[in-house]
């Protein structure tokens, strides 16, 4: 069991920064290619980035590249996703979300290939 908690979301204009948070408990947090998505309102979860378990491999959507970047620091269990040059569009919960080392592939761009989510955090971008 992987517990996932979120934090760093909020309030922000156009054009500034937020970095979010991830801090995983539980079992090994190296076992786990670590990934971000959102949700809008009345929209399905989506895809953002995607980081492997040691950090060397990251795949992030075009929409988002080049603005988000996504790391981890496996000695302190997090998973970070720094937001710059925010667009209203950004406006969702934000999940982070947990892939085995196990699974075929290691990356999926689909909620079903992640085992464990955190509860989210709101990110709210005004213009």
């Known amino acids: 069991q992987v517990q996932l908690v979120e934090s760093g979301g909020g309030l922000v204009q156009a054009g500034g920064s937020l970095r979010l948070s991830c801090a995983a408990s539980?079992?090994?947090?190296?076992?786990?290619?670590m990934a971000w998505f959102r949700q809008a309102a009345g929209k399905e979860r989506e895809f953002v980035s995607i980081?492997?378990?040691?950090?060397?491999?990251?795949y992030t959507v075009d929409s988002v590249k080049g603005r988000f970047t996504i790391s981890r620091d496996n000695a302190k269990n997090t998973v970070y996703l720094q937001m710059n040059s925010l667009k209203t569009e950004d406006t969702a919960v934000y999940y982070c979300?947990?892939?085995?080392?196990?699974?075929?592939?290691?990356?999926?761009?689909?909620?079903?290939?992640?085992?464990?989510w955190g509860q989210g955090t709101q990110v709210t971008v005004s213009s």
């Open positions: 539980g079992r090994s947090f190296s076992n786990y290619h």
């Open positions: 980081i492997s378990w040691n950090g060397d491999n990251t």
């Open positions: 979300a947990a892939r085995s080392v196990r699974s075929v592939g290691w990356y999926s761009l689909s909620v079903e290939g992640y085992r464990y």
